[in-house]
């Protein structure tokens, strides 16, 4: 397969974000942890959430970490495919509203 921007070996490289900025790379670290125990959500559902978002965010480091994080936490490839159009649907939901925006400016211009 042929190189892409997006190499998969860098989503290893990512706690090296400390190196440059140690303070605020560990108080993320640590948010990070912490976002991610188990509390009145379970560790599976957000992981089942952490793949929605980072499908909607497009990012392919965090699609590759949390589709292996949701295999490993018994999550079925059906329940992965719903969450992500789940995500979709509010995406594609808050850009249809915004169209309320245009019209509004639109009505605006108009008088």
Not at 35 to 46: D, I, N, P, Q, S
Not at 72 to 86: D, S, Y
């Amino acid at each position: 397969m042929s190189k892409t921007y997006y190499d998969p070996a860098d989503l290893r490289k990512f706690g090296k974000i400390t190196e440059w900025s140690e303070e605020l790379g560990n108080k993320f670290f640590e948010y990070y942890g912490k976002v991610f125990e188990e509390g009145a959500l379970t560790a599976r559902e957000k992981s089942l959430i952490a793949l929605a978002v980072a499908h909607t965010e497009q990012c392919p480091y965090c699609i590759d970490a949390y589709t292996k994080d949701g295999l490993q936490r018994g999550i079925t490839k059906e329940e992965m495919m719903e969450a992500i159009h789940v995500g979709a649907a509010i995406k594609s939901g808050a850009t249809l509203v915004h169209g309320v925006q245009m019209m509004n400016k639109v009505n605006k211009l108009e008088m």
